[in-house]
């Protein structure tokens, strides 16, 4: 038994060798076979527009209200994700599972809440 752990370890310390030989391999070809152009030129820095060159910023600037929206949205999809696993094994998970996913809503419905609560979920500016 203690040559078959051995092995093991030895096969996961060669994956992880050979994966750090071949990062260092890949990374020192790349820079010797890579381009080198020391001269600036502007128009291989711009994205290319059928020819023509772009107008304005291209940076847009999002309101918070955005990221808070995102925010929300991974943190429903994920009590989504949680539900439907639940679902699927609802008949082994037996009362308790039940009384389990309860909680788990109510927990994340006073979430919802409280959001609403605090005006969290508004797109208005409060006018005072």
């Known amino acids: ?21 071949l990062c260092v391999l890949i990374l020192t070809l790349s820079f010797l076979l890579g381009e080198r152009k020391h001269i600036k030129v502007y128009s291989r820095d711009l994205p290319f ?11 847009l600037h999002l309101s918070a209200k955005f990221y808070l929206i995102a925010i929300f949205f991974v943190l429903f999809d994920i ?20 009384y389990e996913a309860i909680i788990f809503v109510s927990v994340l419905l006073s979430g919802l809440v409280y959001l609403v609560r605090i005006g969290a979920l508004k797109w208005t500016p409060n006018h005072s």
Not at 1 to 21: D, G, K, L, P, V
Not at 54 to 59: E, M, T, Y
């Open 1 to 21: 038994m203690t040559a078959e752990i051995s092995a093991q370890y030895w096969a996961f310390a060669i994956f992880i060798i050979s994966a750090i030989i």
């Open 49 to 59: 527009e059928s020819g023509i060159n772009p107008v304005g910023n291209p940076k």
């Open 79 to 98: 009590e989504a994700f949680y539900l439907y696993a639940w679902s699927s094994v609802i008949r082994e998970a037996g009362w308790l599972g039940f």
